[in-house]
T-cell receptor
């Protein structure tokens, strides 16, 4: 159980275009999902917290208009990198925290997706 | 959340126990110690967590000092597939609207040698 998927696993896009990355919790509900970015040989950096049915909370220094997050259902959050540039090339990872609306299965644990490798040319 | 310090890298011989230390001297009473690992180009994988008592599961053991200022993750019989970056994270586990953010440090790169 507790599987998180990401799609696509790899994407190459041209500079100036937008790309959407999906994060799905496959066998549990997640009111909260998190988006991280990881550059080569560096640690994961938290970008934003995605809350189902409400606006995302962005970490300091992360442009909310560039990294659009939508958490429309309890099993899906999307990250759209708008007007991508080569410096946006990175490994994007999501995680999902188990917990439905009624909190009956509330868990503090986070489960991570396999990541999406974005390359902007 | 409190910060942690870990060695940058460690080597371990295959089949031997790998002991990964973590210092969290500013940990608060309500903060847990979590361990995750990240194999190259994959998402992090949860290993184990604890508050005060030592914990063991099918993957590893977690030894927390009595003053809770440091801990050690033990992989009892390391294999080549255990080569990864291991992250020690402390965070509060709380209910309600808290987001339970996980803040990753630099971690320890464990290289298991054949």
């Amino acid at each position: 159980g507790a599987v998180v998927s990401q799609h696509p696993s790899r994407v190459i896009c041209k500079s100036g275009t937008s790309v959407k990355i999906e994060c799905r919790s496959l066998d549990f509900q997640a009111t909260t999902m998190f988006w991280y970015r990881q550059f080569p040989k560096q640690s994961l950096m938290l970008m934003a917290t995605s809350n189902e049915g409400s606006k995302a909370t962005y970490e300091q220094g992360v442009e909310k208009d560039k990294f659009l997050i939508n958490h429309a259902s309890l099993t899906l959050s999307t990250l759209t990198v708008t007007s991508a540039h080569p410096e946006d090339s990175s490994f994007y990872i999501c995680s999902a925290r188990e917990g439905g609306r009624d909190r009956t299965h509330f868990s503090y644990e986070q489960y991570f997706g396999p990541g999406t490798r974005l390359t902007v040319t | 959340d409190a910060k942690t310090t870990q060695p940058t890298s460690m080597d371990c011989a295959e089949g031997r126990a790998a002991n990964l230390p973590c210092n969290h001297s500013t940990i608060s009473g309500n903060e847990y110690v979590y361990w995750y690992r990240q194999i190259h180009s994959q998402g992090p994988q949860y290993i184990i967590h604890g508050l005060k008592n030592n914990e063991t599961n099918e993957m590893a053991s977690l030894i927390i000092t009595e003053d809770r200022k440091s801990s050690t993750l033990i992989l009892p019989h390391a294999t080549l597939r255990d080569t990864a970056v291991y992250y020690c994270i402390v965070r509060v586990a709380r209910k309600g609207g808290a987001t339970n953010k996980l803040i990753f440090g630099t971690g320890t790169l464990l290289a298991v040698q054949p």
